[in-house]
Structure formats: C-alpha cells, structure tokens
C-alpha cells in the first residue's frame, strides 16, 4: 500500500518559520512531481509548490521567496520550508505525488492527510 504521511505542523507567530515534511512509503517503483497544496476554510484547494524528479521547481505567487520546496529522491520525501509566515497562510496543508506503485499499471495522484498550519499572534 503506498501513503503519504505529513508531518510539522503547528502554531507560529507571524513572521516565524515551520518546516513540513512529507514521507512517501509503500511499494513505491517511482515518483514523479511532488507538490505542496493548502486549503484555508471557505476557500478552494490552491497549489503551494512542486517540485520535478529532477528538481525543477514551481511556486504560487503569494509564497514566492518565502517558501521553499525540495525533495530527497533516496528518502521518497518532500519538504517545505516557509520563513516569513503570515496568518494568510493559515490552512491545511496537503501533500501530493504521482507514483507508480511496484504492482505496475499507471501513474496515479496520491494524497496525504493534511497538516493544521496556524499562523497567530
């Protein structure tokens, strides 16, 4: 069974940093884009960050210079770091990857369970 599992959320105050962390496990044969979505209450899934196998990298305008997403290929896991938080970016926080199990057939979009990111004074 392949997962995701988030992990690194919390309380900040504005202007800290959290770094959350995102582990992929199960019979994994390969990983394509990584990526980082939030979801804040009354508001849509918005995409924070990718990230390509090879590194190449994507970021919303709003945490552009902020945030920062990067990945270790030989630990199947996805980080983002984010400096500079504002309340703004309280949300949870949703990992996402496009895998191909070691069972073959296709390239499917696996989800983790979301992270609680608060950012309060």
């Known amino acids: 069974q392949v997962q995701l599992v988030e992990s690194g959320g919390g309380l900040v105050q504005p202007g800290g940093s959290l770094r959350l962390s995102c582990a992929a496990s199960?019979?994994?044969?390969?990983?394509?884009?990584m990526a980082w979505y939030r979801q804040a209450p009354g508001k849509q899934r918005e995409l924070v960050a990718d990230?390509?196998?090879?590194?190449?990298?994507n970021y919303a305008y709003s945490v552009k210079a902020r945030f920062t997403i990067s990945r270790d290929n030989a630990k199947n896991t996805a980080y983002l770091q984010m400096n500079s938080l504002k309340p703004e970016d309280t949300a949870v926080y949703y990992c996402?990857?496009?895998?191909?199990?070691?069972?073959?057939?296709?390239?499917?979009?696996?989800w983790g369970q979301g992270t609680q990111v608060t950012v309060s004074s």
């Open positions: 199960g019979s994994i044969f390969s990983i394509n884009t």
């Open positions: 990230i390509t196998s090879g590194g190449s990298t």
């Open positions: 996402n990857a496009v895998m191909l199990a070691m069972n073959g057939g296709t390239w499917l979009d696996y």
